[in-house]
């Protein structure tokens, strides 16, 4: 595809990384409280979904396999060898394709902003995260 070399190693290594981000970024370390309370899940809800939550880690490290995976190849065909231009160009990825179509959520399913801002900053955070491996080590 557009002559174009991915290393799929990288791109794995990029997904679980942001699997990390994630894991940490919804943890009571950073933003799982208020995020558990914006949502309207008590505590005992939260503990019920953790036995469920296979199936939804699976499927988000899918996920994060393909936006890994597009995010080598936007990068590569930009011939994108600097970190900074990298994480750049990550940011406006997400301003662009990301953080407005989340922010739907708010405007049609009367979501709070506050939680739109966890869930956009995780975004961002793991989009740049994957830009700076893919870039140092692709």
Do not use: H, R
Request: charged share 10%.
């Amino acid at each position: 595809m557009l002559g174009i070399n991915v290393n799929y190693l990288v791109v794995f290594i990029a997904a679980v990384a942001s699997m990390a981000v994630g894991f940490l970024w919804y943890s009571p370390i950073l933003f799982g409280k208020p995020w558990l309370k914006l949502m309207g899940i008590s505590n005992e809800q939260a503990k019920g979904m953790k036995s469920k939550a296979n199936k939804a880690y699976a499927l988000s490290f899918i996920g994060a396999l393909i936006t890994s995976y597009v995010l080598a190849v936007v990068l590569a065909y930009m011939g994108m060898s600097a970190v900074a231009d990298a994480i750049q160009t990550g940011f406006w990825l997400w301003l662009g394709f990301i953080a407005p179509v989340m922010f739907t959520s708010v405007l049609f399913e009367n979501k709070p902003v506050k939680l739109y801002c966890i869930n956009a900053g995780y975004q961002l955070t793991s989009l740049i995260t994957m830009t700076i491996i893919l870039t140092l080590w692709a």
